[in-house]
């Protein structure tokens, strides 16, 4: 239904810069919700931020909020992450996510479950 693609990841310097893009074809972009999460070797999947259809409604994890934004360019089918003052725990392969259902509640796009199609994901590496 959704084919996503994120990009944009690769190796920085820790208090380098990154910006992540997901690409997203097939379903009407605008039409759900967007999250990213993070996978670090021997970890869990991780919630980082999530972004309503509109882009009006916005949430980060308390270990990103200073640091990363999330956006949304509905008419590029485009989703972002802009990660700024980065550190060697932020290196993890980052996954963009759709979610149909377009849930809201910092709770509940937290959760992996919350989301219906994911990207094969993009490695970032920050080196200390």
């Known amino acids: 239904q959704v084919q996503l693609v994120e990009s944009g990841g690769g190796l920085v310097q820790a208090g380098g810069s990154l910006r992540l893009s997901c690409a997203a074809s097939?379903?009407?972009?605008?039409?759900?919700?967007m999250g990213w999460f993070r996978q670090a070797p021997g970890k869990e999947r991780e919630f980082v931020a999530a972004?309503?259809?509109?882009?009006?409604?916005?949430y980060l994890a308390d270990s990103v909020k200073v640091r990363f934004t999330i956006s949304r360019d509905n008419a590029k089918n485009t989703g972002y992450l802009q990660m700024n003052s980065l550190k060697p725990e932020d290196t993890a392969v980052y996954y963009c996510?759709?979610?149909?259902?377009?849930?809201?509640?910092?709770?509940?796009?937290?959760?992996?479950?919350?989301?219906?199609?994911w990207g094969q994901g993009t490695q970032v590496t920050v080196s200390s």
């Open positions: 996510a759709a979610d149909f259902n377009s849930r809201s509640g910092p709770s509940m796009v937290a959760r992996t479950e919350a989301y219906d199609s």
């Open positions: 972004i309503s259809w509109s882009g009006g409604r916005k």
């Open positions: 097939g379903r009407t972009f605008s039409s759900y919700a």
